[in-house]
């Protein structure tokens, strides 16, 4: 009996050293690869849109305007009559992550560790999380904004068009789960 409790202890221990293994490796990864960049390419193309990113810690938002010449978000995605839109706030972040872990851990206090390893393992579905804000709302030193052209500017709506699951014509909202009145989320 001891032998069976002594085995079974050391399988334990040797699963939990492997699993803060793997969340070691992974912010070890990050950490080495984070400082390297990609070049800034050159285009004739006029650069008129502004998109920004903001990272979020764990995840990086894009923010995009609600009405722009490129799209209105509000009829692409039928949203009009679910965000409380008022005259300040005027963009859309969009953010995309684990399904479970948005729906499930609006504090960090509420992570559970069956949601951390789901989440790490990529094993539950993704989830498009859409925010209303104002950029003037943002902390500057941290955000990075880019300017695209239309060819740019289409190709990252069609992106963000193409994450989102769409059933019949319109996209798979998840309803009964928004943090505020400001937020929704939608199947990716």
């Known amino acids: 009996m001891k032998l069976l409790v002594k085995k079974l202890l050391l399988l334990i221990g040797i699963v939990f050293e492997l699993f803060f293994a793997l969340i070691a490796s992974y912010f070890i990864i990050f950490f080495v690869l984070a400082p390297f960049t990609i070049d800034k390419r050159t285009t004739t193309e006029t650069l008129r849109h502004e998109v920004i990113i903001i990272p979020e810690g764990i995840h990086t938002d894009i923010l995009l305007p609600i009405h722009s010449a490129a799209i209105d978000w509000g009829k692409a995605l039928f949203i009009e009559k679910d965000l409380q839109v ?66 740019q500017m289409n190709k990252l709506i069609h992106f963000i068009k193409n994450s989102i699951k769409w059933s019949k014509n319109f996209p798979e909202q998840i309803t009964n789960h928004p943090y505020s009145q400001y937020d929704l989320f939608f199947n990716a």
Do not use: M
Request: hydrophobic residues 35%; aromatic residues 12%; positive net charge.
């Open 86 to 151: 008022d005259t300040f706030q005027t963009h859309l972040k969009f953010g995309y992550g684990d399904k479970n872990f948005f729906l499930q851990t609006k504090n960090w206090s509420d992570l559970t560790s069956k949601t951390l390893f789901r989440t790490i393992f990529g094993i539950n579905e993704g989830a498009i999380h859409v925010n209303l804000c104002s950029p003037r709302d943002l902390d500057t030193s941290k955000i990075i904004k880019l300017k695209l052209s239309d060819r």
